[in-house]
């Protein structure tokens, strides 16, 4: 959903006319793509941490998962590896 939104929000900023496209995630959301990924992981790994219900809380970590693939990715593909490390490090220990 968010990637379609980016896109859409970028496509716009070109037909303007404008040269470089502003970060979208930190334009729709106030910060950073990676910090948004981070906190949903933090958000969704706290969640599933106080969840009584097994199979919500498996849902929970599956999100957050999710999420932290995206991050890593991102992270990777921006050439950041050494980030995206000390990146799924830090997620463990959360």
Avoid: Y
């Amino acid at each position: 959903m968010f990637e379609g939104l980016a896109e859409a929000r970028i496509q716009d900023w070109i037909r303007r006319g404008r040269p470089h496209p502003p970060q979208v995630s930190a334009a729709l959301h106030g910060g950073t793509l990676e910090s948004q990924l981070l906190g949903e992981i933090v958000a969704l790994r706290q969640s599933a941490r106080v969840e009584p219900d097994n199979d919500l809380r498996s849902h929970l970590l599956a999100q957050a998962r999710s999420r932290e693939l995206q991050l890593l990715l991102l992270l990777e593909r921006s050439g950041r590896p050494l980030a995206a490390k000390a990146m799924a490090e830090l997620i463990q220990k959360i």
